[in-house]
């Protein structure tokens, strides 16, 4: 994990490398810093190509503030669900 601050992978202004998630523009560069996870990787998430898992969700949400299940509604909403941990299946629920 880097020591990047949370907020600076919010980006206000949209560019190339962000994405429209939540109410905001998303940074995809800094969140992939902030996390470890690839741009390339990060992105296909959020195209709905990629299913993360448990970890890398809660990278994501932990690099963006946001609560973990919050962050797992919002993926939802946009019809990316979470894997659970070392299967290959979405996971249902989040509690």
Do not use: W
């Not at 905001?24 to 959020?46: Q, R, V």
């Not at 970890?55 to 973990?68: E, I, T, Y």
Request: net charge positive.
């Amino acid at each position: 994990m880097s020591k990047y601050n949370p907020r600076k992978c919010l980006d206000h202004k949209p560019t190339a490398k962000s994405v429209y998630f939540s109410g905001k523009f998303i940074h995809l560069t800094i969140l992939a810093m902030c996390t470890g996870l690839s741009i390339g990787y990060i992105s296909k998430i959020f195209r709905g190509e990629k299913q993360p898992s448990l970890k890398s969700a809660k990278r994501m949400a932990d690099s963006l503030g946001m609560d973990f299940n919050t962050f797992v509604r919002h993926l939802e909403e946009h019809q990316v669900h979470v894997k659970k941990y070392g299967t290959s299946t979405p996971q249902e629920k989040v509690s």
